[in-house]
């Protein structure tokens, strides 16, 4: 097979690719989606401030069942009416309206499946979520993992790819191992590069919450396992590329690890969170989201012709069965087999 690709046909695609929405016909580049990944802080516990009112730009995708995408709510007073299913009151509505009022020329969607007691490598049997430890968890190969990849890709088909929002650490600080705890940065590190690279989006944004500033009890940063995930968590930035935390101080508390779903909870954490998105650049289709582009190359293009037509390259594979780097729609490096 030809490891090169036209140039207009990556240009015609690109321009083709759309979703309808609520009978509004949107195209890949103005319907933005986040993927919400984490324990039970994420899927919510706040049933009783759960955000039930719609947004024509903010939608949800059913990824677990008629994988077809709805006006984003959650049902007061129901646990399986969260965005994920599996918890209501949690950060993804703050988070997705955020972003809706931050970016008022696109739509806004998510893919959510954070789970009660969800953890990153730990395996937790003792927990609420109905499934295994080995189950309940992001990584490689697991279900919350292979629920996540599996629908980015199908959705990355016809939307833009944002980044992932994530919250986990405070059942690895309770539930497994001193070991595991002082690993937490290094999992974190691992899952979400085994993320990017099955999804194919290498350089996406991952956006962690710190550890729970206001835990109180066994999930207490005065207790030592607590007090390493927290610094696990601190470290994680440095250790892997697009990353960064969204501060926890000063949340308003549903209990012992849980933010409540107002203004004051997680109402704060997704402004925060949309605010570490702007200042980094990471918004798709905004003039400084070319912050999310690999180091540009030093190598002059390339400017070739077969049957189909010319076809320009940026730099040609460095060995055989390698991608070509081509020039995509959007002028960032990709590449492409």
């Known amino acids: 097979m030809n490891r090169t690709i036209c140039f207009a046909a990556l240009c015609l695609q690109a321009a083709t690719a759309q979703v309808n929405l609520g009978g509004v016909t949107v195209p890949k ?94 395996s937790v049997d003792n927990n609420t979520s109905g499934m295994p430890g080995d189950s309940n968890r992001y990584w490689k190969g697991s279900q919350l993992y292979n629920e996540i990849t599996t629908a980015a890709k199908e959705v990355r088909k016809t939307a833009t790819l944002g980044g992932i929002f994530c919250m986990l650490g405070t059942i690895e600080a309770t539930r497994t191992s001193e070991q595991i705890c002082r690993n937490f940065s290094d999992d974190i590190r ?3 590069t085994d993320m990017r690279a099955d999804i194919g989006e290498p350089n996406l944004p991952f956006v962690m919450g710190k550890y729970e500033a206001g835990a109180t009890g066994m999930y207490a940063t005065t207790n030592p396992w607590p007090k390493i995930v927290a610094a696990q968590i601190d470290s994680v930035p440095s250790k892997l590329p697009f990353s960064a935390l969204v501060e926890s101080q000063g949340l308003e508390m549903l209990d012992d690890h849980h933010y409540t779903a ?34 540009r190359s030093t190598v002059k293009p390339v400017l070739g012709s077969g049957a189909q037509g010319q076809f320009l390259i940026l730099a040609p594979a460095a060995e055989p069965g390698a991608p070509d780097i081509l020039m995509n729609a959007i002028g960032q490096r990709e590449g492409l087999r």
Not at 46 to 65: K, L, Q
Not at 262 to 291: D, E, M, Y
């Open 190 to 192: 691992q899952m979400v």
């Open 262 to 295: 107002t203004a004051l909870g997680h109402g704060t954490w997704a402004k925060r969170a949309t605010a570490v998105i702007q200042a980094k650049g990471w918004f798709p289709g905004t003039v400084s989201s070319l912050a999310r582009g690999p180091e």
């Open 29 to 122: 580049d103005k319907f933005v989606v986040f993927l919400f990944i984490g324990h039970s802080n994420m899927a919510g516990r706040d049933i009783n401030h759960s955000d039930n009112v719609t947004d024509p730009r903010v939608w949800n995708y059913h990824w677990m069942s008629d994988k077809q995408w709805v006006l984003a709510k959650e049902v007061p007073g129901n646990l399986a009416n969260g965005l994920s299913g599996r918890g209501c009151g949690g950060g993804g509505m703050p988070n997705l309206k955020a972003l809706a009022q931050a970016f008022p020329s696109y739509y806004i969607g998510a893919i959510d499946n954070a789970s009660l007691s969800g953890t990153c490598h730990g």
